[in-house]
C-alpha cells in the first residue's frame, strides 16, 4: 500500500514516523522548507512518551506531483493551510485513493451527503470559494480525529506526551471494507485507530475542547491544565463548551460525555501547549476559522446565540493582530 502523509509538522511527523518505521519503502512525506532538509539529513526523531526515542529513516519530497498514485493520503496540514495544498493533494489522487483529514476542527467536507435541512451546505469558514470539495470529492474521504499531545520545536524532531489515537470513520458512516483495511494498517504500526460508526460525533468531542482551550490559550498563554484548574479560565471554557453544545445538538450530535467531563480530559494532558499557542509563538497563522469560525457559522446556520464563542473568537483575532503589527515594526 503506497502511503503519503501530506504535511510534516507534529503530527504528521509522529504519524510518518510509525508508518515508516514499519513500511519505509511504502511510506512518504510531503514537507518543505527546514523540515524538508531536516528529514532528509537526520530523518524523523520521536521522542516520548516516557523515556522512549527513536529515529526513523523517513522518503520525502517537497512535489506531490513527483509521486505516482497514492493508495492513502493522510491529510496532516493545518486547517487554513489545506486550500494551498488542496491541487498537490489532486495530483496523488486515483479512482480508489483514500484521503483521511487528520486535522483538527471541522473539515470541509461536514455536511456533505448529511440528511437534513443543511446537507451538502458548503462551510465557507473552511472553504471559502469551494476549492476543497472541487479537488477532493467526499467520495474518497474518510474522516478521522487526532488524539494525542506532541510538539514540533525543532524541525524534524516531535516531543510525544501522550501516544496517538485516531479512530477512523467513514463520512456515510458506513463500516466499510476500506475502512477496516485502513484501520488494520495503522494498528500494525503502533498506531490505536478505532472504526466509528459516527465521525462527526467524535469529531465534535475532540472540537469541543479544542474551539474553547486554543483560544483562550493564545489570550492567557496558560496550558491545558492551567486553564482548567483557574477559576477564571474554567469559568471561560465552561461557557463557550456550552455553546457549542447547543451548536451539535441543533445538528442532531450528542456527546458521549458532559462538559466537566470533556474538560477534566484536557486538565489530564497537564501542563501541554496547545497547537494555536505554539502558532502564536512561532508567528504563524492561528488555527482559527475551522474552530471558532466553523462552529460561529454553524450557530448561524441553527439559530443558535453563542455570545461567549463569539467574543472569544474577536479577543483572539485582535490578539493575533498585535502580534503581527509588533512584528512588522
Not at 512518504?28 to 523540515?35: I, N, P, Q, S
Not at 483560544?215 to 463557550?240: C, E, F, H, N, Q
Not at 471558532?292 to 446556520?301: I, R
Amino acid at each position: 500500500m503506497r502511503i503519503c502523509v501530506y504535511g510534516a509538522g507534529a503530527i504528521g511527523g509522529y504519524l510518518g514516523a510509525c508508518l515508516a518505521a514499519r513500511w519505509p519503502d511504502d511510506v512518504v512525506l510531503v514537507a518543505r522548507g527546514a523540515r524538508l532538509a531536516a528529514l532528509r539529513a537526520n530523518g524523523m526523531e520521536v521522542r516520548g512518551p516516557g523515556a522512549e526515542r527513536r529515529s526513523v529513516p523517513v522518503r520525502c519530497t517537497d512535489d506531490p506531483a513527483s509521486l505516482p498514485t497514492q493508495d492513502a493520503v493522510f491529510l496532516t496540514t493545518k486547517a487554513h493551510d489545506t486550500p494551498r495544498a488542496a491541487d498537490g493533494i489532486a495530483r496523488l489522487l486515483g479512482p480508489d485513493t483514500v484521503v483521511v483529514t487528520a486535522m483538527n476542527g471541522v473539515p470541509w467536507w461536514y455536511f456533505d451527503g448529511l440528511e437534513g435541512a443543511h446537507r451538502n451546505h458548503r462551510l465557507r469558514s473552511v472553504d471559502p470559494d469551494g476549492l476543497l470539495t472541487r479537488r477532493i470529492p467526499t467520495a474518497h474521504v474518510l474522516g478521522a480525529v487526532v488524539w494525542t499531545a506532541a510538539v514540533m520545536r525543532t524541525p524534524g524532531v516531535v516531543d510525544v506526551d501522550q501516544r496517538l489515537r485516531l479512530p477512523l470513520g467513514e463520512p456515510n458512516g458506513a463500516i466499510s471494507a476500506r475502512v477496516r483495511q485502513l484501520a488494520a494498517r495503522l494498528a500494525e504500526a503502533g498506531v490505536e485507530s478505532p472504526v466509528v460508526g459516527d465521525i462527526r460525533a467524535e469529531i465534535w468531542l475532540k472540537l469541543w475542547g479544542n474551539l474553547a482551550f486554543n483560544p483562550v490559550s493564545v489570550l492567557t498563554r496558560a496550558t491545558l491544565a492551567g486553564i482548567a484548574r483557574d477559576p477564571g479560565g474554567r469559568i471561560a471554557v465552561r461557557a463557550m463548551m456550552q455553546e457549542a453544545e447547543q451548536v451539535a445538538h441543533a445538528l442532531g450530535v450528542r456527546f458521549p460525555i458532559d462538559v466537566d467531563r470533556r474538560i477534566v480530559m484536557a486538565e489530564t494532558i497537564g501542563a501541554h501547549a496547545t497547537s494555536s499557542l505554539q502558532d502564536l509563538d512561532a508567528g504563524k497563522e492561528i488555527e482559527l476559522a475551522a474552530l471558532t469560525g466553523a462552529v460561529l457559522e454553524m450557530a448561524e446556520m441553527t439559530n443558535v446565540a453563542t455570545p461567549a464563542i463569539a467574543l472569544v473568537h474577536g479577543l483572539t483575532q485582535l490578539r493575533v493582530r498585535i502580534r503581527d503589527a509588533h512584528t512588522q515594526t
